[in-house]
């Protein structure tokens, strides 16, 4: 049984990793950062994926290390975001803030919907993207990348997921992703597939 401790507060990522990792034959216990008391996330103010993940992923490591437990837990974090191809690749990486600061789900699909509108429908094709960290208890890093491919409607969809996934519409599913069931979102999502390439790794050690 191996301990991993997801360095994120978002609940609903939490429970997509559970999901995924259960999915994928690992027996580990899963926890959140808080559930070890860290809360006090530095800003993710990295230019991609990778370096956003890496920076949520090494806050909890360095808070696990000081407390002397760091050798016990594999630390998973990600950073992921929806890219418009019209809108240059944007919101990306600043996907989670992009009406700002304090921005709702809501808001930023609003945003994201206002801009496309000047775009044909053909023309609102769109991927997410996540990058999965993992800092395995002797210190080493794992990363991998996983994308979905898909475009973005005018009217939400479906009442699951989070974030832009009720804008989402997989062609090859006919659905958005808040139309999916979680197993059939996972088996898909760029979570889903970033994450197991990481667990890929993790099985070769």
């Known amino acids: 049984m191996i301990k991993i401790c997801i360095a994120s507060n978002n609940r609903n990522k939490i429970k997509q990793f559970g999901e995924i990792i ?12 808080g559930d070890l008391g860290f809360s006090d996330f530095p800003p993710e103010d ?6 956003n993940s890496l920076i949520k992923a090494s806050a909890v490591r360095g808070f696990l290390e000081a407390k002397g437990i760091a050798g016990q837990y594999y630390v998973l974090s990600d950073d992921s975001g929806i890219c418009a191809d019209a809108l240059g690749g944007a919101p990306g990486v600043h996907s989670a803030r ?3 600061e304090h921005a709702t789900d809501d808001a930023n699909n609003r945003k994201l919907v206002s801009l496309l509108a000047a775009f044909p429908e053909e023309e609102r094709t769109a991927h997410y993207s996540c990058v999965v960290t993992m800092i395995v208890p002797n210190g ?17 969809r479906g009442h699951d997921g989070f974030g832009y996934d009720p804008f989402f519409y997989v062609d090859p599913k006919g659905a958005t992703f808040a139309e999916l069931s979680s197993a059939d979102r996972n088996a898909i999502s760029h979570r ?3 994450l197991r390439r990481v667990i890929r790794e993790i099985k070769l050690r």
Do not use: H, K, L, W
């Open 140 to 156: 080493d890093i794992i990363s991998g990348q996983g994308m979905v491919f898909g475009r973005v409607i005018d009217t939400p």
């Open 98 to 100: 992009f009406s700002g």
């Open 46 to 51: 990295a230019e991609t994926f990778f370096g």
């Open 192 to 194: 889903g597939n970033a």
């Open 22 to 33: 259960a999915g994928e034959g690992i027996c580990a216990e899963t926890y959140s950062a």
